[in-house]
């Protein structure tokens, strides 16, 4: 049975539509087009789990309290509050967020463009599609849009979204453009500590050749259908067992060795050899066997 929640998600989906994020301008100097920022990630999950009271069998249910005589409150009578001192809030409504709005709430202005490679993929947060509203500034958005893709830069920016103001890097995707909000250097952790005891000398250069052609032999083409959540899918064979009231035998994982030099060498000689014999396989039963002529006036062989 499909809920109504679920019935209207589906419905939405299956028109294409996608849940509008922020609505604004687009700003290059003296050139702007309105556009909107739409989410790319829908906004539910796969598989919904509820905590419940073994005891009963029954589902759990969360109340909000007050903190100092715990009487329950109903949520959508909650304000918001900052503490400028202990145990102090001064209360903030809408009024008073519209009261901080600045240029970026509503304007997106371009102040520079880098290179696409520069910005190191730890730095991409959320992604939102850009596209533009209405049909008077889709001549702007389109000149923008290729002339981002001809130049191979991103163009960074900034934009409030939910009451916090987010650096952001814009890139042309398709028809459209995808907009990433970037993390703040405060926000991510340091790296060199990880790396610091790392030996300095150069790899093996034979083993990185080795490595390398491996790379050559496995290229293929990304193909977003092909990601699956294989977790979720054997999460679900599990729930399916116990509704029959079966087991299943946990997934006994491979524990890699840790090789040594001499170990390496002959792993990535194997992993070549596995490839070549892998592909020569594909190609045979990707290739029919021909058939010999069958000579007039002999009767044809029955194949063995």
Not at 130 to 156: C, I, N, T
Request: glycine share 4%; charged share 30%.
């Amino acid at each position: 049975m499909v809920s109504r929640r679920d019935a209207h998600t589906g419905e939405t989906e299956a028109m294409g539509l996608t849940r509008l994020i922020w609505r604004g301008h687009l700003r290059l100097a003296l050139v702007s087009c309105p556009i909107a920022l739409h989410a790319v990630m829908r906004n539910r999950s796969k598989r919904h789990f509820h905590f419940i009271n073994p005891r009963t069998g029954h589902r759990v249910r969360m109340v909000t309290l007050d903190y100092e005589n715990d009487e329950e409150v109903v949520h959508r009578d909650l304000v918001n509050g900052y503490e400028f001192a202990e145990n102090r809030y001064v209360l903030l409504d809408d009024e008073h967020f519209r009261q901080a709005r600045t240029d970026t709430s509503s304007t997106m202005t371009i102040g520079t463009f880098v290179d696409r490679g520069s910005i190191d993929p730890i730095w991409f947060d959320t992604s939102y599609y850009v596209a533009p509203e209405g049909k008077a500034g889709q001549d702007v958005f389109v000149v923008l849009r290729d002339a981002l893709r001809d130049s191979g830069r991103a163009a960074l920016s900034r934009v409030v979204i939910g009451q916090r103001e987010r650096a952001v890097a814009i890139l042309p995707m398709g028809k459209s453009m995808v907009c990433h909000t970037l993390h703040e250097l405060r926000a991510l952790n340091d790296a060199k500590p990880l790396f610091d005891a790392m030996p300095a000398q150069a790899s093996d250069a034979e083993m990185v050749r080795l490595a390398a052609q491996l790379i050559e032999r496995r290229i293929g083409t990304f193909a977003p259908e092909d990601i699956e959540d294989c977790y979720e899918t054997r999460l679900r064979e599990v729930i399916d067992a116990r509704l029959r009231g079966e087991t299943i035998a946990p997934h006994a994982a491979e524990e890699p060795s840790r090789d040594s030099v001499i170990e390496l060498m002959a792993a990535l000689k194997a992993s070549l050899d596995q490839t070549e014999s892998a592909k020569t396989a594909q190609r045979r039963h990707a290739t029919p066997a021909r058939k010999r002529p069958v000579k007039r006036g002999a009767p044809a062989r029955n194949p063995a």
